[in-house]
C-alpha cells in the first residue's frame, strides 16, 4: 500500500474522533505485515487525562487484534494543523516500544502537507525496552 493511501486511511480515521473538549480532531493508520490497515482516533475524557491520541489508539488496537511490536509496516497521522502534525511525547515513546526505529511514519495536515519521518527521527537518544536489565 502506498503512503497516500494510507494517509487517506487516517482522513478516514479522524472522522471517529471523540473530541468534547478540544475539538482537534486527529486521526491515524497504521500499516501491517499482511496489508491491514489499523484505525485510530483521539479520543478524550471528562478527566482530560485519561485522553488517549489518535497514534495511540491505532498502535494499541493493533496490538489487542494480535499484532507483534516491531513488525508494522507505515504509520500515517493527520490533524488540522499549519504545518503537518508532530505527535506528542507520549506517542513517541508508544512508537519507539511497539515499531522499528526505521519504521516509516506519514505526518500531514488537512491542507495537503505532508512530512516523511521515522520512528528514530521523532525521538532520538530514546529510552526502550532494551535499556532495561532483564530479571536473572
Ligand atoms: O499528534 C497528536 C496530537 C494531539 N492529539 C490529540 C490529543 C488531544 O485529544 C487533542 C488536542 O491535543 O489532540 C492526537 O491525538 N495526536
Ligand atoms: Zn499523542
Redesign the pocket.
Known sequence: MEASQLLQEAIIARAKAYVPYSHFS?GAALLDVDGNVHHGC?IENAGYSPS?????TALFSAIAQGHRPGSFRMLAVVGDTDEPIA??????Q?MVELCKPDMPVLLANMKGDTRMTTIAELLPHAFGPWNLNEPS
Not at 52 to 56: F, G, K, L, P, S
Not at 87 to 92: A, D, E, I, N, T
Open positions: 486527529v483521539n488517549n491520541c489518535a497514534e495511540r505527535p506528542c511525547g507520549v506517542c513517541r508508544v
